[in-house]
């Protein structure tokens, strides 16, 4: 194919580019300006996809593990080498600033290595008797690859990695806030593998529903928030759809009192704030021991200080804006009930005569600086529930039972993480906590050999790591008697 164009961008069906009666733009949220249009696309586009998925399964499905492997390796080269086109296009359809968006086109290259490195092959698990089991790892069919705006790029590899690696192939659908990054990835792979194999339809609200329903799709990947991801998990009980969820948090961090305060006070915001907040297993409660508190929090409050928010290609910038009219608006009701419901903000206090956070002097952008809230109750909303924005609290406690118990009181369970020096202490906290990832002295920091997932409402299944591809395979028990032996 022809070098990639930033000024066009087209769904990716059967090899070819597909463009749509109908286009729909995002905006920048750093200016509230439109970015370019890209396609909406319709159930007939979809069923397009799913013939030339299911049409290109028959022989993907059958090419050798090394095959596969390769043509994602080059895939991952390739996408480094357009690593400022595609880091541009972060910046202008999801905010973050330009040095994070290049780390996430070059983690991208490590995600497909690193996925590339394990294999799954057939396993002989009993051998007597003249009968041979075998498990086998059977490719499903045609994967929904259903991507999220908070890391277009890196989550969408994941989906299209796992899928392709084990045989499968997908269709992705970026989040209609971000489809451009994923139109140009998808774009690019039709350079490495077979037409059909990897294939990407924008489109509005009703495409999500349309993939989950579809008879022709056979495992839906999803990222997103619980709630939604319920509603994913209904439609795809209809047509028995393998899937895997990986949903929201409301992460944990236990502070204990022999910490050193500046250092770990200047990571917490580091892992709070990052991407605005915006990342599902991003710091999103504090516990600090009460014996240093006053101290924690005022170090706290410093660091966030420090954090250089502004459009995402201005230099040094930490925080872009929150990526989205309906998120910014979400994340002001917080701000709201918080005032309702008691909670002292200590650090972004400034409000207007409605009671809403001002943010940055921003233009039409969605900027809103960090935000740190102390004395706020347990059964309060922002204990309870993920904002998905810069907006931290912070609670104190006094024996570990009873900092374990309140932790663990919440229906999610992505990540959690506790920091101390005295590890046996800090390990024994660590083992006691309901959560698929958790960290000692750090948080968010994850790595594709390790199974991603979520504990109770905060996912089904886990990407990542041997787990993952399984999940992409149907499991197959072969029994094999090289000659008949009577049973009677």
């Avoid at 028959?58 to 400022?84: C, D, V, Y």
């Avoid at 706290?300 to 928010?309: D, Q, S, T």
């Avoid at 570990?400 to 919440?410: P, S």
């Avoid at 002295?441 to 504990?455: D, I, K, M, Q, S």
Wanted: aromatic share 8%; hydrophobic share 40%; with cysteine.
């Amino acid at each position: 194919m022809t070098e990639l164009k930033w000024d066009h961008f087209s769904n990716v069906i059967d090899g070819k580019l597909v463009d749509t009666a109908e286009t729909r733009y995002s905006v920048n949220p750093s200016t509230g300006k439109p970015n370019l249009p890209v396609p909406v696309s319709t159930k007939d586009d979809l069923d397009m996809a799913v013939k030339a998925a299911r049409k290109a399964f028959k022989t993907w499905s059958t090419t050798s593990w090394e095959e596969r492997k390769n043509a994602l390796l080059e895939f991952g080269k390739a996408i480094t080498a357009e690593k400022e086109g595609f880091a541009k296009l972060l910046v202008q359809e999801q905010g973050k600033p330009m040095p994070f968006a290049l780390r996430e086109v070059a983690g991208s290259e490590f995600t497909i290595k690193t996925l590339c490195s394990l294999k799954l092959e057939d396993e002989v698990i009993s051998d007597e008797g003249g009968r041979t089991v075998t498990r086998r790892y059977v490719p499903i069919g045609v994967g929904g690859g259903i991507v999220p705006w908070n890391y277009p790029i890196g989550i969408m590899i994941v989906k299209v990695t796992h899928a392709l690696l084990t045989g499968n192939t997908i269709i992705c659908k970026p989040s209609p806030f971000t489809p451009y990054a994923n139109l140009k990835i998808a774009e690019l792979g039709q350079r490495f593998f077979p037409p059909g194999v990897l294939n990407c339809l924008s489109g509005d609200d009703n495409l999500g529903p349309w993939m989950t329903s579809h008879p022709g799709i056979d495992k839906i990947s999803f990222t997103g928030s619980s709630a939604t991801g319920r509603k994913v998990m209904e439609s795809c009980s209809r047509t028995l759809k393998r899937v895997t969820l990986e949903l929201g948090g409301k992460d944990p961090a236990i502070i204990l009192p022999d910490i050193d305060i500046p250092l770990v006070a200047s990571q917490v915001a580091l892992y709070a704030f990052m991407n605005s907040g915006q990342i599902c297993v991003a710091t999103k409660r504090v516990y600090v021991h009460s014996s240093i508190a006053k101290e924690f929090i005022a170090a706290l409050v410093e660091a966030a200080k420090r954090l250089k928010v502004g459009d995402g290609m201005e230099e040094g910038v930490f925080m872009g804006p929150v990526n989205n009219s309906m998120q910014y608006e979400k994340v002001l009701s917080f701000v709201e009930d918080i005032r309702r419901e008691g909670g002292e903000i200590v650090l972004g206090n400034e409000q207007d005569t409605k009671l809403r956070y001002k943010g940055k002097d921003s233009g039409n952008g969605y900027f809103i600086d960090p935000m740190i809230v102390v004395s706020a109750a347990d059964d309060s909303r922002i204990m309870k529930e993920e904002p998905f924005g810069p907006i931290l609290p912070v609670a104190t406690w006094e024996n570990d039972e009873e900092v374990i118990a309140r932790a663990n009181d919440t229906d999610l369970g992505l990540g959690a993480s506790v920091w101390g020096k005295d590890m046996e202490r800090v390990e024994k906290i660590a083992r006691r906590l309901e959560a698929g990832s958790v960290w000692v002295n750090e948080h968010v920091l994850t790595t594709p050999v390790a199974p991603f997932g979520g504990w109770k409402g905060s996912g089904v299944g886990v990407e990542n790591g041997r787990e993952g591809l399984v999940g992409w395979c149907n499991v197959q028990s072969l029994y094999i008697r090289k000659e008949v032996k009577s049973v009677l």
